[in-house]
């Protein structure tokens, strides 16, 4: 069997779904090589198993024999047998066929997700617990907001969520997720075939119980490690040590995982409720050249008058977004983030790709709908740039405008936001200074302004993409360049 979907090791699609299919079928056939091995395995246990039995009957048939009866042929066959049968058995042991499948299986080693792609994922886990406030042992569990999933971690999963914490210091982090490690269900019954132990996982718990400062647990954590393997010499050093400690406090170095702002958080999980006073109400447009919009106006929902932030309803059709997608996802590359914020580790999880104006039959008809929904030119340097955020994708807190030398001219002066799907669980658009939370609906967009009636830039403007939780996320923006827009701008006073 050959994997259809090629995958060179240093390409990946993080986090997408492409990449679940993907790993979805090379388990399968992973599995097959560790079953072809099984089988190869017993047919050759069945060989030894029957050459064991004869040779046993054999040696207890000559024990049983008088001395007397020992004959010349007897001791030829004898004879025979050690010292041909045994560098055969050798060479048996030698040549078993499962070498080959064993270097089969090596080879499609080079296929599997990289120790970076782990880490990418173990990333994802911990930010969608963190902004969500999702308890260790719910996820752990497959207890999803008030849903029961077949998803389960193993006590491995657990472990292996307890060692990226910990290498990331993020100690107390690490304490829940190796103490799940230390009850949790194994992933097969027999988890020292692959190296993992209980021991290990509460001697993981109990390190990192120390480093937070509770070295009252990590001792008795390092009890039942001990209970666990009672030989250990250095176990029982180290227990004795920490029993010595308990009352020691030390400076502790962990950090506190702290994906981004408070704010961002709360919006994400949908906390901060805004309830706009505004109504909704069609857009005809504002003049005569858009008079088709009589037939057709803007279904608006205004959700901030200062700064202007909208939602428009069915904005973009399916034929368009098809055609949107499908140009975009061979060229999608790992989004960049310009602007450096305050924001620890990954605050921009994505992959983009930008789409030129007559990049296809649509492109050119959407640049025209945004003229008609915010009056607004759509010259300037910066395209349509189609945003695909995967599993535990995210865009932390940012302003889409540049600050300094670039402020002026082609500056970004208003956004508009297409959601091009809806997406399961997660991925709101959150507007951290108003408290909005906008949750993707597919065919709708946001449009705001990022700049002030005077083209002064407008922190209020500041928004993120909350991490996604279950499915993909697509949007396209348009940011809205200042070039040519004086006129168009609404009230410059
Ligand atoms: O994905 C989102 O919800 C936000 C995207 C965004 O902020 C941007 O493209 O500038
Ligand atoms: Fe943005």
Redesign the pocket.
């Known amino acids: 069997q050959k994997l259809t979907s090629k995958r060179e090791p240093e390409q990946s699609h993080a986090g997408s779904i492409a990449e679940l299919v993907y790993m979805l079928k090379l388990k399968a056939l992973l599995l097959l090589f560790l079953q072809k091995y099984m089988w190869e395995l017993q047919n050759k246990l069945t060989m030894v198993y029957g050459a064991l039995e004869h040779m046993k009957a054999q040696l207890n048939m000559h024990e049983q024999n008088a001395i007397s009866e020992f004959s010349p042929f007897i001791r030829y066959a004898m004879l025979r047998h050690l010292t041909m049968d045994w560098p055969q058995w050798l060479t048996f042991m030698k040549n078993l066929e499962i070498e080959a499948i064993r270097e089969d299986l090596q080879h499609y080693r080079r296929y599997c997700p990289t120790k970076k792609d782990l880490a990418d994922g173990a990333e994802s886990i911990l930010r969608i617990v963190d902004t969500y406030k999702l308890r260790p042992q719910d996820v752990a569990n497959g207890l999803l907001f008030g849903k029961q999933y077949d998803a389960t971690f193993t006590a491995v999963d657990c472990y292996a969520l307890g060692q990226y914490a910990n290498s990331n210091e993020y100690y107390e982090i690490a304490s829940q997720w190796f103490r799940l490690g230390t009850v949790t269900s194994p992933y097969t019954p027999w988890p020292e075939l692959l190296g993992f132990g209980r021991t290990r996982c509460w001697q993981a718990y109990a390190a990192s119980l120390l480093q937070i400062n509770r070295n009252a647990d990590a001792w008795s954590a390092l009890g039942k490690a001990l209970s666990m393997a009672p030989h250990d010499i250095g176990l029982y050093r180290q227990w004795q040590h920490v029993k010595s400690q308990i009352f020691v406090r030390k400076n502790s170095t962990a950090k506190k995982y702290d994906f981004n702002f408070e704010t961002f958080r709360s919006l994400c999980r949908g906390e901060l409720v805004h309830v706009p006073e505004l109504h909704c109400h069609y857009y005809y447009g504002t003049s005569i050249e858009e008079s088709f919009l009589w037939l057709a106006p803007f279904k608006v929902e205004p959700l901030y008058l200062d700064p202007y932030v909208a939602v428009y309803h069915d904005v973009i059709y399916e034929s368009e977004i098809e055609e949107i997608k499908e140009l975009s996802m061979p060229n999608l590359e790992a989004s960049e983030t310009i602007v450096t914020s305050k924001a620890p580790l990954s605050d921009r999880v994505s992959k983009g790709a930008f789409l030129t104006h007559d990049a296809g039959i649509y492109t050119a008809r959407i640049m025209q709908r945004i003229t008609d929904m915010t009056g607004l030119s759509m010259k300037g340097r910066d395209l349509l740039?189609v945003?695909n955020?995967g599993l535990g994708g995210c865009?932390g807190p940012?302003k889409?405008y540049f600050d300094g030398e670039d402020a002026f001219n082609n500056n970004r002066i208003a956004?508009v936001?297409f959601y091009l799907n809806n997406v399961p669980r997660g991925g709101s658009?959150v507007f951290t200074y108003l408290n909005l939370t906008v949750v993707p609906k597919k065919g709708s967009a946001i449009y705001w302004h990022n700049m002030d009636k005077k083209l002064n830039v407008d922190p209020r403007a500041e928004?993120?993409?909350c991490p996604v939780i279950f499915g993909s996320?697509w949007?396209a923006?348009k940011w809205v360049n200042n070039i040519e827009q004086p006129f168009r701008w609404p009230c410059m006073a």
Request: proline share 0%; no cysteine; glycine share 14%.
């Open positions: 740039y945003l955020y865009y940012h889409d956004t936001l658009t928004h993120g993409g996320k949007v923006t």
